[in-house]
């Protein structure tokens, strides 16, 4: 025991310094090293048998934000001007939710009766103790930084998609894995999604296919990438690819490979407004033809990235969370097709993806990987396993610039 005592005492001491770190630079490094050195501390605390009962619980954490998130609850606490009770909260959920009318309903009580259906209650307690909620004195609820962030729409569809789309696939992943003789998931054809809903598809034509779907995916992707930095204010955009460029007005500046809703471009525009060069999004015509920009003459063109690039000649092809949702032949497919529209001593290429260490890596950037062994079938891949990729397909990395923190990084490489 006085092994493991001396292991958390040092773990204290290393959070500790990175706090008082954080708190004399404001680094974001210091922030997630004291976050992950956190989890290690939570975990030396932990006796092993509690910590595999934890894990065995750890669903129903998700389970009760979802069933809060549904009932409104979150929207009731942030709305409130002052804390709000149990009863209070079942009678404004009852307006919006048949599950709290109808149980209800079934006691034959009234919404704000002293003998209210206990569920509302236990859900509150683990909001509570997840720090979803706070409460002030028995069963009087106040909102919390999570409860506020639960309100955002983009943030709602997370949770929304974590349970509708996604963790039925997580449940099945050890059975597909099994029937696949744990070969790693590659074919985006014949992935964990495919094997759970039984289509012949791939995941993006999948979210395609429903409006819900394709809305929520599209929603919380946007409020995922909301959490940082835009690339334009880490990365040196001036060095890197303005400086020595001198291309007309007409020239392609930038291209943006599966742009998504282009905010990438977005931002390069508003931090770059008098950049010479068309600034273009492509991505596939489902996603494209959904999006109507307000501002910024920015371009855009359907494209598959399994087709050849048909911009030819631009300045920068940027590509950001696209590859790591595919296996390594088709990501050098994807950047074959690019490569083909380089033109050497002008074209860079910039790939903005979560890099994982060769070795040590954080949970978080573990866990993204893990999700995109389940929808791509993709992968977060390591720097060693990046080197051996551009070098497979002929691209020379100049640079790679990480972001202060645990965002992702960009590789810039050439022909
Ligand atoms: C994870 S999102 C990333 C979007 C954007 N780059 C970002 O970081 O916000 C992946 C994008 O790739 C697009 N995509 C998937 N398969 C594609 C394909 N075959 N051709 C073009 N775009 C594709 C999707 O529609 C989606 O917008």
Same mark, same amino acid.
């Given at each position: 025991m006085s092994g493991e005592l001396h292991a958390i005492k040092s773990l204290l001491e290393d959070i500790k310094s990175s706090i008082e770190r954080f708190e004399a630079t404001n680094s974001e490094q210091a922030r997630v090293y004291a976050l992950e050195k956190s989890l290690k501390l939570t975990r030396a605390l932990e006796h092993p048998k509690d910590a595999i009962f934890k894990l065995f619980l750890s669903p129903t954490q998700a389970m009760a934000v979802k069933i809060a998130h549904d009932l409104g609850v979150f929207s009731i606490l942030t709305g409130a001007a002052t804390p709000v009770s149990c009863e209070r909260l079942a009678d404004q959920c009852g307006a919006n939710s048949l599950l709290v009318g109808s149980f209800i309903f079934h006691l034959n009580l009234r919404p704000g009766?002293?003998?209210?259906?206990?569920t509302l209650k236990r859900i509150m307690r683990a909001l509570v103790a997840m720090d979803f909620a706070q409460e002030h004195g028995p069963r009087i609820y106040s909102p919390t930084p999570l409860s506020e962030e639960m309100t955002d729409n983009k943030s709602g569809s997370l949770v929304d998609a974590l349970f509708v789309d996604f963790a039925p696939v997580v449940l099945k992943m050890p059975e597909f894995l099994q029937e696949t003789s744990y070969?790693?998931?590659?074919d985006h054809l014949a992935g964990p999604i495919q094997y759970t809903y039984?289509?012949?598809?791939?995941t993006f034509e999948w979210l395609a296919s429903d409006r819900a779907l394709h809305e929520r995916f599209h929603n919380y992707v946007q409020g995922v990438r909301e959490s940082r930095p835009f690339w334009v204010d880490w990365f040196p955009v001036q060095e890197r690819i303005l400086d020595g460029y001198s291309g @007309?007005?007409?020239?392609?500046? +930038?291209v943006d490979v599966a742009?998504?809703?282009g905010r990438d471009m977005l931002a390069l525009k508003r931090k770059?407004? *008098?950049?010479?060069g068309r600034v273009i999004l492509e991505d596939l015509p489902a996603v494209i033809n959904d999006i109507h920009f307000h501002d910024m003459g920015l371009e855009k063109i359907a494209h598959d990235?399994?087709?050849?690039?048909?911009? /030819?000649? @631009?300045r920068v092809y940027f590509l950001k969370? +696209?590859?790591? /949702?595919?296996?390594d032949d088709n990501c050098i497919k994807i950047l074959q097709n690019t490569i083909r529209a380089m033109k050497k001593g002008h074209s860079k290429i910039l790939i903005e993806e979560f890099i994982l260490p060769d /070795? *040590? @890596?954080g949970l978080f950037h573990s866990m993204v990987d893990m999700i995109l062994m389940v929808v791509g079938p993709g992968i977060v891949r390591t720097k060693s396993r990046w080197a051996t990729i551009m070098k497979s397909v002929g691209l020379a990395v100049n640079i790679i610039c990480h972001p202060d923190g645990e965002g992702p990084s960009i590789i810039e490489a050439e022909l």
């Open positions: 009766s002293q003998y209210l259906n206990p070969q790693n998931p590659e039984n289509i012949k598809m791939t @007309a007005p007409t020239d392609s500046f +930038i742009g998504g809703s770059f407004p *008098n950049l010479s990235v399994f087709h050849p690039q048909p911009v /030819e000649g @631009a969370f +696209i590859l790591h /949702e595919f296996s /070795e *040590n @890596a």
